[in-house]
C-alpha cells in the first residue's frame, strides 16, 4: 500500500471522524445538561458570573475570552443567569470531549502514515525463470478493519474525557476549565493535522517545503498559532506550559530548519493576533463594570493583572512542595476515569504510551512532555479549591493515550480469534466498559443537578442578618455567591457585605464606592489614610517588608479602618462577622479579632456572630436553616472537597457555638437542641455529644436545688 493509496484511505474516514466526533458531543452534552448545577456554586463561580454579566474584569489573569463567551451566554433567555453560565461550561466540555476523539484519529492515522512512508522495502528478487519479482508486501489492515480500530479508539478517549472526575465536574458549573480545555485540544488537533500533510506532502514525493516557502501544508500551523494565543487568553499558565511539547512535535515534523524559517515567524505574528483578546481588559475597566478586579486600564496595572502578580506568592517549585504534592496527584488519577479500586483508565493509558513509544515516537514524547510539564507547574503550586483543574491537561493526555491503548488492546483481542467477525464486536466491548467505569464511577461525586449549598449557604446567612446590617467576611465561600445575588439577582440590597481581604486592593474601593457610598463617606479619613499607604505598597511591596515602621504603619491604619466601619455602624444598625473572622486565633487579621474581642460580645445568630455592645445575654437567633445536599447524602463529596473543608465546618461550628453561649447562660434545654441540630448535620461531632452530657448533667444538678 502507498502512501497515497493510503491517503485516498483516509478520505473515506471523514464520515466516520464526524460521526463519532457528533455522538460524544451528543452523550456528553446531555450527560452535563442532566447533571447541571441549577443555581451559583461555590469557589469563583459567583464573581465570575458577575464579571461575565456585567463586561467586567474577573480575578488574575482576567479570562478575556472566557468573559466575552459567558456574557453572551448571560443573555440567552432560559433559566436564571448561572444556570446560562453553567450550560456554557457544558457546552465547551462536551466540544472538548468530541476534539479529543479528532485528535486521537489523526495520532493514529500518522503513525500508520508514518509507518508507510517510512517502512524499508526489499529489493526486487530474480525467481528461478530468471525474471523479477516484485518485493515482499507486509500484510496491512483492510480499510474497513482499519476504520474500525480508528472508531473504537477514538470513542473510548472521547467517552473517557467526558467521563472523567476533573472535565465533568468543571462541567457543571461557572468556571474556565472547560474552554481552556477545549482551545487546548483545538491547537493539538490543528498540530497534528499539519504533521499529517506535511508526511502525506513527503509520501508523495513532491519537492520538500522550503525553509521560508509558504505552503498550503502549513495552513493547519498558522490556525493552532492563532487558537493557542486565544487560548492564553482564557487560563494562560496551563496554555502556556503546552509549548514543549507543541516545539518536539515541530521539531520532529521539520527538524531545526523550521526553528531558522520564517514560518515560525509568521506562526508567532498569528498568535500575537489570538494575544490581542486582552486589550479587552483596558477596556472593560474604562467602562468602570460592577466587577472590575485590578482596574487594569493603565498598562502597569494591566502587568500585574495579566501576570497574577498577586498569586505569586503560592508558587513554591521546591522538592519538598512536589514532593508533598506528588500523592494528592496520584489519589486524584487514581479516581479520575473510575473508582479507585478500578484503575482501567490509568492502566489503558499507561499501555497507550508503551505501544506509541514504540510505534510513533513523535506522538509519544509530545504526550510526555505536556504531562511533564504541567506536573512540574502544579506540583509546585500550592493552592487548595480547583488545585485539580491545573491538572486537567495531564488527564487530557492520558485520555488521548488511552486511545492508542484501546487500540493495542483491540488488536491483541482480535488476535486471539482472528478468523470471527464477532472477535471485534466482544474487543470493542472490552474497552468501552472503561469509560462505562468512568461513568459510574463519577456520576455520584459530579452529578450537581442538586447543588444548592452555594445558594443556601448565602440565603441562611442573610437571614439573620437585619436589614441595613453590615457583615464582615473573609469566606470566599461566602462572598462570591454573595455577589452574584447580591448583584445578578437583587438580593438584599439592604445589607453591606464587605470582603476582609479584598480590602488589601486599591481597586476594591472602587466598588466599595459605588455599592455602598454612605459606609465610605462616613469613615472617609480612615479609608483614605490607608489608601495612601496601599497605594504606595502596591507599587513596592518590598519596601513595606524592609522598612518595620512602615509596616506597622499600614498594618494600623488597616484595622483602624475596619474597627471604623464596626464603631460607626453599630450605632444605627447591626454589625456581623463571619466565623473565620470571630474564632481567628492565629494567623493573619488576628489583631482585627483580637480588637473586636475586646471591644465586643460575639453573639451567634444562625451561621453568623453578631458584633454587640454589651456583655449581657442576648437571645440568639434560631433560623430554620436550609441544608440541601449538605448532609441528607443527595450529593457526595471527597474529603478534600470545600464543602466537607470549608461551608460544612461552619454549620457545624456554628450550631455547637450556638448550643455553648446558651449552655453557658443557663439555657441546657434549647443548648441541647442546638447541640443535636450539629450532630444531625455532623454525626460524628464528639464535642457536640459531651456538650449534651454536660447540659444534661448541669439539668440534673439544677433540679433538686429548684425543688428545694
Known amino acids: 500500500m502507498t502512501a497515497a493509496t493510503h491517503t485516498a484511505d483516509t478520505i473515506q474516514l471523514s464520515d466516520a471522524r464526524i460521526t463519532c466526533a457528533l455522538l460524544v458531543f451528543i452523550a456528553a452534552l446531555a450527560l452535563y445538561a442532566y447533571t447541571l448545577a441549577p443555581t451559583v456554586t461555590l469557589v469563583d463561580s459567583g464573581e465570575l458570573i458577575v464579571a461575565a454579566r456585567s463586561l467586567g474584569v474577573a480575578h488574575p489573569p482576567g479570562f478575556p475570552l472566557y468573559v466575552l ?6 443573555l440567552v433567555p432560559m433559566g436564571n443567569v448561572a444556570v446560562r453560565v453553567n450550560f456554557a461550561s457544558a457546552l465547551f466540555a462536551a466540544l472538548a470531549s468530541s476534539f479529543v476523539t479528532l485528535v486521537v484519529i489523526e495520532a493514529i492515522t500518522i503513525t500508520r502514515l508514518s509507518n508507510l512512508v517510512h517502512r524499508p522495502r526489499k529489493k526486487a528478487t530474480r525467481g528461478k525463470s530468471g525474471k523479477k519479482t516484485a518485493p515482499f508486501a507486509q500484510p496491512q489492515d483492510s480499510p474497513a478493519h482499519a476504520r474500525f480500530l480508528l472508531v473504537v479508539s477514538c470513542m473510548v478517549s472521547g467517552l473517557l474525557l467526558a467521563f472523567s472526575r476533573t472535565l465533568w465536574g468543571y462541567a457543571t458549573i461557572a468556571e474556565v476549565y472547560t474552554l481552556n480545555s477545549l482551545l487546548i485540544l483545538v491547537v493539538f488537533l490543528l498540530m497534528f493535522r499539519w504533521r499529517r500533510r506535511i508526511i502525506e506532502h513527503r509520501g508523495q514525493k513532491q519537492d520538500p517545503v522550503g525553509a521560508d516557502r509558504v505552503s498550503p501544508s502549513d495552513k493547519p500551523l498558522y490556525a493552532a498559532a492563532f487558537f493557542f494565543g486565544l487560548a492564553l487568553g482564557v487560563h494562560h499558565v496551563t496554555v502556556g506550559l503546552m509549548l514543549p511539547a507543541l516545539a518536539a512535535l515541530a521539531f520532529t515534523t521539520e527538524g531545526l530548519r523550521f526553528f531558522k524559517s520564517r514560518r515560525l515567524l509568521y506562526a508567532a505574528l498569528f498568535a500575537f493576533a489570538g494575544v490581542a483578546i486582552y486589550a479587552y481588559l483596558p477596556l472593560a475597566a474604562s467602562r468602570s463594570p460592577t466587577m472590575n478586579w485590578g482596574d487594569p486600564r493603565t498598562f502597569e496595572r494591566l502587568w500585574w493583572h495579566v501576570t497574577g502578580r498577586q498569586y505569586q506568592v503560592f508558587l513554591s517549585f521546591s522538592l519538598q512542595t512536589m514532593v508533598s504534592q506528588f500523592g494528592g496527584f496520584i489519589k486524584l488519577t487514581a479516581s479520575e476515569f473510575g473508582p479507585w479500586w478500578l484503575p482501567a483508565g490509568p ?4 499501555a497507550g504510551l508503551v505501544d506509541v513509544y514504540r510505534r510513533e515516537r513523535a506522538a509519544f514524547w509530545f504526550l510526555a512532555l505536556v504531562i511533564a510539564a504541567d506536573l512540574v507547574y502544579a506540583l509546585g503550586y500550592e493552592i487548595a479549591e480547583d488545585k485539580d483543574a491545573y491538572y486537567l491537561p495531564t488527564f487530557i493526555a492520558m485520555a488521548i493515550a488511552a486511545g492508542f491503548g484501546a487500540n493495542w488492546l483491540v488488536k491483541m483481542l482480535i488476535s486471539l480469534r482472528p478468523a470471527s467477525r464477532a472477535s471485534r464486536y466482544i474487543a470493542a466491548a472490552v474497552v468501552l ?7 459510574w464511577g463519577n456520576l455520584p461525586y459530579d452529578n450537581r443537578s442538586r447543588y444548592f449549598i452555594a445558594q443556601d449557604y448565602v440565603e441562611n446567612i442573610l437571614s439573620t442578618i437585619e436589614p441595613g446590617g453590615l457583615l464582615l467576611t473573609r469566606d ?18 439592604d445589607a453591606v457585605v464587605i470582603d476582609v481581604n479584598q480590602l488589601r486592593r486599591s481597586w476594591y474601593f ?23 499607604d496601599l497605594r504606595h505598597w502596591e507599587h513596592d511591596p518590598e519596601l513595606y517588608e524592609r522598612d518595620v515602621s512602615l509596616n506597622q504603619r499600614i498594618s494600623a491604619r488597616f484595622y483602624d479602618m475596619i474597627l471604623a466601619f ?13 466565623l473565620d473572622i470571630a474564632a481567628n486565633r492565629e494567623g493573619k487579621d488576628v489583631e482585627l479579632t483580637k480588637s473586636l474581642a475586646d471591644l465586643y460580645q460575639f453573639v451567634p445568630q444562625g451561621l453568623v456572630f453578631q458584633v454587640r455592645t454589651g456583655r449581657e445575654f442576648s437571645e ?3 433560623p430554620q436553616l436550609m441544608t440541601r445536599g449538605l448532609a441528607d447524602e443527595t450529593l457526595r463529596f471527597e474529603d478534600n472537597d470545600v464543602v466537607k473543608v470549608k461551608v460544612l465546618p461552619v454549620y457545624v461550628t456554628m450550631l455547637y457555638n450556638r448550643g455553648r453561649y446558651l449552655a453557658a447562660n443557663g439555657r441546657h434545654e434549647q443548648a441541647i437542641e442546638a447541640f443535636r441540630q450539629a450532630l444531625a448535620v455532623q454525626p460524628g461531632f464528639t464535642l457536640a455529644q459531651q456538650a449534651i452530657n454536660e447540659s444534661l448533667n ?8 429548684n425543688a428545694h
Open 510 to 532: 472602587d466598588y466599595l464606592e459605588r455599592t455602598y457610598a454612605a459606609t465610605i463617606e462616613q469613615n472617609r479619613d480612615k479609608v483614605e489614610s490607608f489608601l495612601e
Open 347 to 350: 492502566v489503558l493509558a499507561i
Open 69 to 74: 463567551l459567558a456574557h453572551f451566554a448571560t
Open 433 to 439: 466498559l472503561v469509560p462505562v467505569a468512568a461513568f
Open 566 to 578: 464596626v464603631t460607626n455602624h453599630i450605632r444605627t444598625a447591626p454589625v456581623y462577622v463571619t
Open 698 to 705: 448541669a439539668m440534673r444538678k439544677w433540679a433538686p436545688n
Open 476 to 493: 470566599w465561600q461566602v462572598y462570591s455567591p454573595m455577589l452574584y445575588l447580591r448583584e445578578v439577582e437583587r438580593r438584599r440590597d
Open 620 to 622: 440568639p437567633a434560631d
